[in-house]
């Protein structure tokens, strides 16, 4: 994500030995993919796993796109990993752990695949860990021993000859890891649980290198949290599955045409509820497809019951209504398995998930929402959408919750529909308008079914969108216990043993969670081993662009910036503004509205308060200059009137003020503000690739609100991931703000916002005027690391940002804490150099500890609302990611900061 602004870092750890001609680190690593920044220690891991072993693959060789990019469902998944390496046997993986331990280096793991999005498991820069040559079966009389490189085919294929089947994945090209590690719907839950309740043992490496088998004796902590605890305990180098006599199943294929639908739904909804005392095993694929082009919807069932009967007698409710096609037949898992085949590299696509209870009236107004609301973006290159059902019985979570294990979901025993779209396209321009709508659509479909008091908190991990938070609908109860197990087992000896546990919800209160990035490099740590994953479908393939390049890092952080949670506390909320408060929740005015339909959705009462707000009291939080806060009061608004993106950006800003000064209607207010950025965000993003003096400031404005609203964004629930790169992800977006002001600086200068960078200029020149020499605690700092430091290139650059920092220092020093400026602030980060920012992606302590005492510069901005806790927030994750000895370098920060651990 910091590409852009990381060049050339000189420092020489050479990739000897792999392959790859010499390449420094911190250079640019092109691959038949992308590229990306050698950081060291990929280069470090790369280099060691080549002298351990053979056949590591690098981006020059033969098969490197095979494994880097056609493995993969979801095209946006194609990533350029540093190297690939295919470990045979468990002692490798242990091995491996142990150098990515030592190399601090960043690493993904792929197994037989479930989980789609980029990231989940493949990576950009670091080291991909591909399982396919954990390839073994072994049928035991009730259970099957299974390699995590295997998908379910291959199971059911093993298990056919001893008419035996396990409980996996529906389709064809699903994994077993990913599955069975995020907890796995089969056709059969209804009677044998999850998949995760049929695993009898699990063969794991730890995040040390050490193995240990968890089963019901031993190790049963972690036997319990691997039950949907997905990738975060440990890498899973055999299952041990039960097995049922299960020689025959009665299948069923049956497609409906448009008037079918409302029956169809309702039939789901009819299974879901079947709770019978001896259950007959049975279940289904349940999908909804509509063309936007033709206007035609239709909906299949792909439904499958243990047993000859036929017709099978539990989808007697569909077979019922009139169908377009209707095929049963008597067959076998392996044999229904192979004709779901899904093909790799089908598309780019996102997944949405809400869960509710059945309510057949409901789910059909949703799926006619879901169908108006396709049409509005009819115009997507290679639109695939789907509105997918998944049925939950009771009986399914009846199996956990009396089989003496249990699992980390504690559903209770109530029949649930998960209803999810499944949205295919084919170009990476259109990523973030589609994120913005599949996320929005379903927040506003699923507001409504909170108000009905239908809408559950479950989601389940292998539906979700990659911004979803599967662990905030697992029983608090499970989630603590799963903080527990995660502590008891990690982080004595050192924090980085538990690399594998990385960024699961145990260890967000303790652990800093950007260190040692593990599994994945951006993304929440909740994901599964695996793979592709799961939709029977046949269609375009998209291209294998990344993100628009014309400004990407602006896009990307901006969109990081929606994600952003930094750990403000609602804090005591001051005195009641003057905002007009309607009584009516902005977010429900907006769902009624925009199922009326019109493209940009139109504004009402709802927005008007929020402008209200802004005007009256938001805008003057933002600076405390009277010149400034006059710009924010009056020119930013009427920006708004031109460029809607500002004005959403606006009323975003003052939705989470509001947030911020009413804490019990926090959550509809998050959510307005996400709701308005993200409609923001869709507009910008077609107007980044075409900015100029004229729309430039706009973009400026919206970016700098962007920036504010990362900063602002609130704790939502109690989100159970903190982002692995969070201070990086944040830098980048504020040093993204940047490079919008150099393309466009004239505008700047002298148009309505000039106001800004005069005093900006002018206080600029005041800080480079001053002198550093005197600041005490700055020249201790600066005595231990030219101790520590001996590369004289890296000295200068951490001396250069403590000379930096002296200034800025001495700035607040001099015009004193009341009158300090948000230009006198941030104009640090704004000066350290490239190299210092690489040297911070690295994590090299010295540049940990130099941003730490930053922290007590940050502080100064506290007293505006969006930054309340903000330098605690960092320091505190600079302190867990340090060791021992430079802890105590961060002393003094800590002490100003009245900041323990
Ligand atoms: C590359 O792929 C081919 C065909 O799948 C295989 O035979 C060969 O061993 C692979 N090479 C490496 C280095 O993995
Ligand atoms: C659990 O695993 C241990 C170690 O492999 C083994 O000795 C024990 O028999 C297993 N227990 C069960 C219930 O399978
Ligand atoms: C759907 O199929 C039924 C039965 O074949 C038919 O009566 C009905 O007219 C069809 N509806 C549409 C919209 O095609
Ligand atoms: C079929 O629908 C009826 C209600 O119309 C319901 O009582 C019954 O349980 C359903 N049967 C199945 C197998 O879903
Ligand atoms: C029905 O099942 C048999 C046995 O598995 C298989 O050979 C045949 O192709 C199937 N027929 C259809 C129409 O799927
Ligand atoms: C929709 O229909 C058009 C025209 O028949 C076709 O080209 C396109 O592939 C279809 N889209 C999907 C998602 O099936
Ligand atoms: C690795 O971690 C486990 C669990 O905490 C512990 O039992 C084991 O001794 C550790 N192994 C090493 C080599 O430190």
Redesign the pocket.
Known sequence: MMKGFISLSISALVLSGSGIATTLVGSTVTTPLSSFELTKGAACACSKLSRAFSGIINPKSANYTAQAADAYWDVRADLSPACIFLPSMADEISKALQIFQTCDAQFAVRGGGHMNYPGSNNIDGGVLLALEKFNKVKVNAESIEVGPGLTWYNVYEALEPYGRAAIGGRLKTIGVPGLSLIGGFHYFNNKYGYAMDNVLSYDVVLGNGTRVVANKTSHPDLFWTLKGGANNYGIVTKFTLKTYAIPKVSATIQVF????IPGFLTAVCNIARLDEKDPIAAGMVATVQYNATTKVASASLLGVQEGVSQPPSQFANFSAI?A?TRINNVTTMRQWASSLDTPKQMFRVMFSHKTMKPDQDVLISIYKAWKDAVDQIADVEGLYPTFVTNVAPAGAARVGLTNGVGNVWGLEAQPYILWQFSTGWALAQDDLRIEAWSRQLIERLNAINIEKGIASDFIYMGDAGEWQDPFAGFSAKNVERMREIKASGQHTEDKRNGLIQHGTPANTHQVPNWVSVVQVAESKGWHPLPSFTSHPANAAIGTNEKCDEAKPKCQNCVRHGVECNFNTPPTTASTPTAGLHTGLSPFVSEATRLSSGAAAPSMGMAEMALLHHYSTSTCFTISRHPVLQTVWQTTVPSFGFSYQFVFRGILALAALHLAHLKPDLQDQYVDAAEYHHNLALQMVSATIPQINEENGPAVYLFSTITCIIGCALPRKRDDLWVSNDRILQWLSLFRGTVSIITSVHESLKSGPLAPMFTLGRRRSLAWEARSTASQTFLINLRRLIEEAVEDPIDLKCYTDAIDDLGKSFATIFEVGSQNCETADIFIWLLRITDQFLNQLQQRTPEALVIFGYYCVILKELEWAWWMQGFSIHMIRAIYYHLDEEHRCWLQWPMQQLGWVP
């Open positions: 045409n448009e008037s079918g009139p377009m």
